[in-house]
Nanobody
Framework: QVQLVESGGGLVQAGGSLRLSCAASGRTFSSYTMGWFRQAPGKERDFVAAINWSGRNTYYADSVKGRFTIARDNAKNTVYLQMNSLKPEDTAVYYC??????????????????WGQGTQVTVSS
């Protein structure tokens, strides 16, 4: 299991940007597919974006395509989520997650076995 700690959340006006970071412990970070999920009050936790172990393949929810970018730095054991053109409907707690394995496609939420504690993102209108 890898330990995950998110940072970078906060309050931003609509149209603004934030960058979330997720720092992972351990020496096997590069063997994990990493993902970001979010959960708004009263709603289920939804997939936002994922990136495969090498960083070459990325996957996005339709709602964030063209606005959010996921990236990773395996040397720093860190995954990032750059969020631009933020909307009030992006308001949620954002969670970093890890799925162990060299997946060639998005592995599905059930395979993400490690989760961070979450960071709040609030977008005001």
């Amino acid at each position: 299991q890898v330990q995950l700690v998110e940072s970078g959340g906060g309050l931003v006006q609509a149209g603004g940007s934030l960058r979330l970071s997720c720092a992972a412990s351990g020496r096997t970070f590069s063997s994990y597919t990493m993902g970001w999920f979010r959960q708004a009050p009263g709603k289920e936790r939804d997939f936002v974006a994922a990136i495969n172990w090498s960083g070459r393949n990325t996957y996005y929810a339709d709602s964030v395509k063209g606005r959010f970018t996921i990236a990773r730095d395996n040397a720093k054991n860190t995954v990032y989520l750059q969020m631009n053109s933020l909307k009030p409907e992006d308001t949620a707690v954002y969670y970093c997650a890890a799925a162990r394995g060299y997946y060639t496609n998005y592995p599905g939420r059930a395979n993400f076995g490690s989760w961070g504690q979450g960071t709040q993102v609030t977008v005001s209108s």
